[in-house]
């Protein structure tokens, strides 16, 4: 089982990104995914998931509006695009798989991980 994050970079205040999370050695859509970043000095904190079978999806609150998780089962990747973006969102993002539904944002629920992609908002 095999996570690779990517799609992140530098990007001004007000800007967009979009993170890819692509599996290998497993189906995707049998899994949640979440997503996670994590700040220098700072605890890795959950973002946004999205659940197995019905794909419902849960964002926590300081991104709701801003930031859309989905996933493409054809490609075996989920998706999280990232709008109007701030300083404050700047972080390491890391995507993963776990089988439990419906989906969490705790990091502890989650059995399988990618490495991060390195997001930064700044003028």
């Known amino acids: 089982v095999q996570l690779q994050a990517s799609g992140g970079g530098l990007v001004q205040p007000g800007g967009s990104l979009r993170l890819s999370c692509a599996a290998s050695?497993?189906?995707?859509?049998?899994?949640?995914i979440g997503w996670f970043r994590q700040a220098p000095g700072k605890e890795r904190e959950g973002v946004a998931c999205?659940?197995?079978?019905?794909?419902?999806?849960y964002y926590e609150a300081f991104v709701k509006g801003r930031f859309t998780i989905s996933r493409d089962n054809a490609k075996n990747t989920v998706y999280l695009q990232m709008n109007s973006l701030k300083p404050e969102d700047t972080a390491v993002y890391f995507c993963?798989?776990?089988?439990?539904?419906?989906?969490?944002?705790?990091?502890?629920?989650?059995?399988?991980w990618g490495q991060g992609t390195q997001v930064t908002v700044s003028s």
């Open positions: 050695g497993f189906t995707l859509d049998y899994y949640g």
């Open positions: 993963a798989a776990d089988q439990t539904y419906p989906c969490g944002i705790s990091p502890r629920e989650y059995d399988y």
């Open positions: 999205i659940s197995s079978s019905d794909g419902r999806t």
